[in-house]
């Protein structure tokens, strides 16, 4: 196989976070995109990241979180509550793969 191949472009997938703490707090799931590939810089800088520096995880979670057409959702002073931004950063950490998944932990 060429590695040609391999490439595509990337997609917006949802990402939903549905767990009990959330519905029952919210009243429904709350759902978000990412895409579903993402360049080696942003691989790289996440596993660089520290595990205890969670102001420095939030700010590269923030430039991969999405709307529905791919907008950033969270630019500016725009924030979430605390509990739920926990549970975006899990789904983004998640989402970009177990090697990344294990060198952060929000």
Do not use: C, R
């Given at each position: 196989?060429?590695?040609?191949?391999?490439?595509?472009?990337?997609?917006l997938?949802?990402?939903?976070?549905?767990?009990?703490?959330?519905?029952?707090?919210?009243?429904?799931?709350?759902?978000?995109?990412?895409?579903?590939?993402?360049?080696?810089?942003?691989?790289?800088?996440?596993?660089?990241?520290?595990?205890?520096?969670?102001?420095?995880?939030?700010?590269?979670?923030?430039?991969?979180?999405?709307?529905?057409?791919?907008?950033?959702?969270?630019?500016?002073?725009?924030?979430?509550?605390?509990?739920?931004?926990?549970?975006v950063?899990?789904?983004?950490?998640?989402?970009?793969?177990?090697?990344?998944?294990?060198?952060?932990?929000?």
């Amino acid at each position: 196989m060429k590695l040609a191949q391999l490439t595509a472009k990337p997609k917006l997938i949802p990402i939903t976070i549905d767990d009990e703490e959330i519905v029952k707090e919210y009243g429904e799931p709350i759902e978000f995109w990412i895409y579903d590939k993402h360049k080696l810089e942003t691989f790289m800088g996440m596993a660089n990241l520290q595990k205890d520096n969670f102001t420095e995880v939030a700010k590269v979670v923030n430039t991969l979180v999405l709307d529905e057409k791919g907008k950033p959702i969270l630019q500016g002073e725009e924030t979430l509550p605390v509990n739920v931004m926990i549970k975006v950063i899990q789904k983004v950490v998640d989402s970009l793969g177990n090697s990344v998944g294990q060198t952060i932990k929000a």
